[in-house]
């Protein structure tokens, strides 16, 4: 008995702990879209301060999202927001909001890595 108890503790524990980030993943997923959503608003009226701003701020959130177990769609999300970063720096607004739509869709896309592995 005392080992069913054991078992299903640590079951539940492990079940809690698997949502807990699962949820900060969809969070930074969710904030990483809204800054990305703002900097192709500002992209297209040809902003790139602005377009930068919101593009550093969805990259924060979109590493976070990926570190909290999001998939391979975020890692490049991540990869098309530092090419965003970089032509906006530049001030070519225009280039910036083409990877910055990119980022955006493969954040859309994004769901969350397999906890479990087949090995059949």
């Given at each position: 008995m005392k080992t069913i108890l054991s078992t299903f503790a640590i079951g539940l524990l492990a079940f809690?702990?698997?949502v807990s980030l699962y949820a900060d993943d969809l969070?930074?997923?969710a904030e990483?879209?809204?800054h990305a959503?703002?900097?192709v608003k500002h992209g297209k009226m040809g902003h790139a301060k602005e377009l930068l701003q919101h593009a550093k701020e969805?990259?924060?959130h979109a590493k976070a999202a990926s570190?909290?177990?999001a998939d391979a769609h975020m890692d490049q999300a991540i990869k098309d927001l530092e090419e965003a970063i970089k032509h906006a720096e530049m001030d070519h607004a225009e280039e910036a909001t083409k990877y910055t739509e990119g980022a955006l869709q493969h954040m859309e896309q994004s769901g969350v890595r397999s906890i479990?592995?087949?090995t059949d």
């Open positions: 809690f702990l698997s969070q930074h997923k990483a879209i809204e959503e703002e900097a969805s990259l924060v570190e909290a177990g479990h592995t087949d």
